[in-house]
């Protein structure tokens, strides 16, 4: 609905772009602003050796902002302007390239922004590339990129503005969407080309322009390619473009100081031609030991935070503190310690420069400095980094050590936690980085080679219902409730009721708090029998194909714990027995179950149902259903490569046992 409010009377604004430099611009509505702003020829791209007006427009906006030009305003961009661009550039923050790239477009106003001028109250698409710009620069809006500039979008810009020194203004001015350019785009960002190498992209124009929901040939070309480079595409070369390759394409564009959409850009493109040209390179190898090495301007994430903290820790002064954004003042931190340790002054981190950051630990194992502070959502060779430490501590990481902090990496760093007795937080905080240096041994407390005792973490059972209910019956709730497995969320439930009783407080089921809980040992759970599953339909509607798969070994060191049914995806799936749906899985970014259910029998024998399309109409938590009975459809989502249903059966709700012998007793796929 169109806007009733009287025009605000004209007057004069200025805005400022860095210390000393200032212009002005009348208050004309925002469509205006940007018209006026923009001149008929555009400039983004001139460098030394230009001529003409666009050269001309350049030099009078740095008259105009108080920065000498040799020459004057000639048309000619010789090595005076070259100067003047440089000096502009330094004043703001910018890289000093003596080339007119977007961001110093922007800031010289000769550019407009797409998101110059949103403020709180403003939405749609130009938001959400707002939101996507400062969740690149490490300032994530509560609620992601939703297009709609709330109170959560104020305080994030708000911070990246503070972080850049600019005002604090919560609006998008002039000097933040510069700032903003920066850093999440324009040829600020993109690796430079290497002049001894072929311009020639006709070998990857075909990739750009891929993104979530693209399918064929250039997909899988896409996933090999990211493959032979070193980046874990979790379902292979399937020529499906879903949230995992999406995910795969950000750790390289993260690798490569690209930003980070997830989608195939031009330069996202050209950087995969050039590794590829060189064998895999060695400038962003993501296999390398250190998770430095290569990190250069324009870089983003977890890697720039270790890096700049390290540097810090060093004794560097890193200005703007370790915000996961390689910028000048990065560039500049690393110049200095490169010449503190006789390196070349590149202000790129090579081997010598990591090797260097690395010797101040020199007993080896988890570099806790880089590690501190990651969390959900990050990506690179430090996350990289926390994924092997885990590994290595005992800790199964479903999807490997493939750089991406997602639901799986962060369930692994949760029972990490619990077993060293840390609160599980799924951050990485200091005393978790110290126990990753140095990880013990988890006890299993009492139930450990004895015949009696009580519940253990990874168990599933009568034992562990009883544990579960009785701290419920404490009034300690945890996510899940009693449903028979023990998992991240009990163990914290176990550690909260500890604190309540001034109890160690490991998440450990020890006597004291067995005591304090009114449970009795009992006897260990032993391994169900196969052969009790019986099955009363088919699950799958025909035709289809299964194979006997179960126990063959996954990524991650996990073991596959069901059966797969390939059947086409949209065909109908049935309940193989009379029970309740006692739970209900969707599909996310990182899932491996993607959408399913779970089907429990009155006995507590539960059937786990994955890789769904979507549930029957009507099928929902809680709701009875009969043998035969349509429960959804066959689909490929989650941690999948083809259209299949993953099936497994836990007799008595506890661990998962073969069912194979049990479909093929009643085998419909004919």
Avoid at 6 to 25: D, E, H, K
Avoid at 88 to 96: C, I, M, P, R, V
Avoid at 341 to 364: C, Y
Avoid at 522 to 539: E, Y
């Amino acid at each position: 609905m169109p806007s009733t409010r009287s025009p605000r009377p004209l007057r004069r604004l200025t805005t400022v772009v860095a210390a000393g430099v200032t212009f002005t611009l009348l208050p004309l509505p925002f469509a205006a602003q940007v018209h006026a702003q923009v001149p008929a020829t555009a400039v983004t791209g001139l460098s030394l050796g230009a001529r003409g007006d666009a050269v001309k427009q350049v030099q009078q906006a740095l008259v105009n902002r108080g920065v000498q030009v040799a020459g004057g305003v000639d048309g000619i961009f010789g090595p005076g302007t070259e100067t003047a661009v440089k000096q502009f550039q330094q004043q703001n923050g910018l890289a000093q390239t003596g080339t007119i790239d977007s961001a110093t477009a922007i800031a010289l106003g000769l550019e407009a922004s797409t998101v110059l001028g949103l403020t709180q109250g403003a939405s749609g698409t130009k938001v959400t590339e707002l939101q996507n710009k400062l969740i690149a620069a490490g300032h994530r809006p509560a609620g992601g990129a939703d297009g709609i500039f709330g109170p959560a979008t104020t305080a994030a810009l708000q911070a990246f503005q503070t972080a850049k020194g600019l005002a604090a203004s919560g609006t998008v001015d002039a000097a933040t969407a510069a700032a903003l350019a920066a850093v999440s785009g324009g040829t600020a960002a993109e690796p430079a080309a290497d002049p001894g190498s072929s311009t020639d992209t006709s070998t990857n124009t075909g990739l750009v322009g891929l993104k979530i929901g693209s399918r064929g040939d250039a997909v899988k070309q896409l996933q090999q390619a990211l493959i032979d480079l070193g980046f874990t595409v979790v379902g292979g070369a399937d020529g499906v473009y879903g949230a995992l390759t999406a995910n795969a394409v950000k750790s390289f564009q993260n690798a490569n100081g690209i930003a980070t959409s997830g989608a195939v850009d031009q330069a996202t493109a050209t950087a995969l031609e050039a590794a590829k040209s060189a064998g895999g390179g060695t400038t962003h190898d993501p296999t390398v030991t250190s998770p430095f090495v290569g990190l250069q301007y324009g870089s983003l994430g977890a890697d720039v935070k270790g890096l700049q903290q390290a540097l810090i820790d060093a004794g560097v002064a890193v200005r703007g503190g370790a915000d996961g954004v390689y910028g000048t003042y990065t560039v500049n931190a690393v110049k200095e310690f490169q010449a503190k340790h006789g390196i070349a002054q590149s202000g790129k981190v090579d081997e010598a420069t990591a090797n260097a950051l690395a010797s101040r630990n020199p007993g080896g194992g988890t570099d806790t400095a880089s590690i501190v502070g990651l969390k959900a959502g990050a990506l690179g060779n430090t996350v990289k980094q926390l994924q092997q430490a885990l590994i290595d501590a005992g800790v199964t990481v479903r999807g490997g050590a493939d750089g991406i902090f997602g639901p799986a990496t962060a369930t692994a760093l949760k029972s990490f936690q619990t077993s060293q007795g840390l609160p599980a937080t799924g951050v990485v905080d200091d005393a978790t980085a110290n126990a990753l240096a140095n990880p013990r041994a988890p006890s299993s407390g009492s139930s450990s080679g004895s015949a009696d005792g009580f519940a253990i973490y990874g168990e599933r059972g009568q034992r562990v219902l009883d544990l579960q209910n009785a701290l419920l019956s404490a009034g300690v709730t945890f996510a899940g409730g009693a449903d028979g497995a023990f998992g991240s969320a009990t163990a914290g439930a176990i550690m909260s009721f500890q604190r309540q009783k001034g109890l160690p407080v490991t998440g450990k089921v020890d006597e004291a708090t067995a005591k304090a809980l009114g449970l009795t040992a009992t006897a260990k759970p032993t391994t169900p029998d196969p052969s009790t599953v019986v099955l009363d339909a088919f699950p799958v509607q025909g035709p289809c194909g299964f194979g006997d798969s179960f126990g063959y070994p996954r990524s991650g060191g996990r073991t596959h714990e069901g059966i797969d049914i390939i059947a086409a995806e949209g065909n109908e799936l049935y309940a193989v027995a009379d029970g309740k749906i006692t739970k209900t899985y969707a599909d996310y970014p990182g899932s491996l179950a993607g959408n399913g259910i779970r089907l429990t029998k009155a006995d507590g024998t539960y059937f786990f149902y994955a890789h769904m399309s979507q549930l029957a109409e009507g099928i929902e938590l809680g709701v009875p259903v009969t043998a035969g009975q349509l429960v959804g459809y066959v689909g490929n989502t989650g941690n999948s490569g083809t259209p299949h249903l993953h099936i497994e059966a836990h007799p008595n709700g506890g661990a998962a046992v073969n069912p194979y012998q049990a479909l093929k007793a009643i085998d419909g796929c004919k």
